[in-house]
């Protein structure tokens, strides 16, 4: 079926957008497997009190959240690259999904952002205890990440009463040889401070997924246009 003006443009809209939406969600699926996977994280989710962590929560989210977009580029290119107009009734619905839980989930990461910092707080705290007292390998390197990641110290930032000192990161100063941040109120920090960082880019997302969701619909319009076109034309000959 030949496509022209709008259609043509919004068919190459949707082409680029799902190679966009197919990179992010292979990267999310990746980074999600090998979090659940790895031989450095894999420990957490053998411990049964950590199996609601924030941690593990998150892994499993951004597993889940990488299928879904893999599901949905797959759709949309093979709606817009054989212009089956169900296909793109699905790609339509499934974007109107993803747009609107973009922006709730934005929103509520601003509004909540305090109870997140604290579930965060509180997975670190099971982490540095857990290390603490067994001294596995592989929450060590699980823990070395975060301080390293934050430039963060433990639970006290006194590198000598620390209990996970070998952990922690190079101090960049004279005086954090002595103290660095702890790594509670850097998370709690950090939360605060980029929470509308956070939003925003949840809410800009949603704003993309709601521009490739009118593309979808031209596209859609199009289609039926011409396949009403088609109908009339074969009556009129037949």
């Known amino acids: 079926m030949a496509l022209d003006g709008c259609g043509l443009v919004c068919k ?14 292979f990267a999310l699926l990746g980074l999600g497997l090998w979090l659940r996977f790895s031989d450095n994280t894999r420990p957490i989710f053998e411990i049964n009190a950590l199996n609601s962590s924030t941690f593990v929560l998150g892994v499993i989210l951004l597993i889940a959240l990488g299928t879904v977009m893999l599901v949905v580029v797959t759709v949309g290119d093979y709606g817009a690259c054989s212009e089956k107009k169900y296909a793109l009734q699905v790609f339509s ?7 609107v ?4 989930v934005g929103v509520l990461a601003y509004t909540w952002r305090e109870e997140v910092g604290m579930r965060v707080v509180e997975f670190y705290t099971s982490i540095y205890t857990l290390f603490a007292v067994s001294g596995d390998a592989g929450i060590g390197v699980t823990l070395m990440f975060i301080h390293k990641m934050l430039h963060c110290c433990g639970v006290t930032g006194v ?11 190079e101090p960049k ?7 660095m941040p702890t790594c509670p109120g850097v998370i709690t920090d950090f939360f605060n401070s980029n929470a509308p960082m956070v939003m925003g880019i949840f ?6 997924l709601i521009t490739a969701l009118g593309c979808a619909i031209i596209l859609l319009r199009q ?5 009403m076109a088609a109908a009339t034309h074969y009556s009129a000959v037949y």
């Open 223 to 227: 289609i039926k246009k011409d396949l």
């Open 159 to 169: 590198t000598l009463l620390e209990a996970v000192s070998q952990t922690c990161p």
């Open 173 to 179: 100063s004279f005086f954090e040889n002595i103290a």
């Open 12 to 25: 190459y809209i949707l082409l680029l957008f799902n190679l966009i939406f197919a990179v992010l969600g």
């Open 101 to 104: 839980a973009e922006t709730v």
């Open 203 to 208: 809410i800009g997302t949603g704003a993309l």
């Open 93 to 99: 619905v499934l974007l109107f999904i993803l747009a």
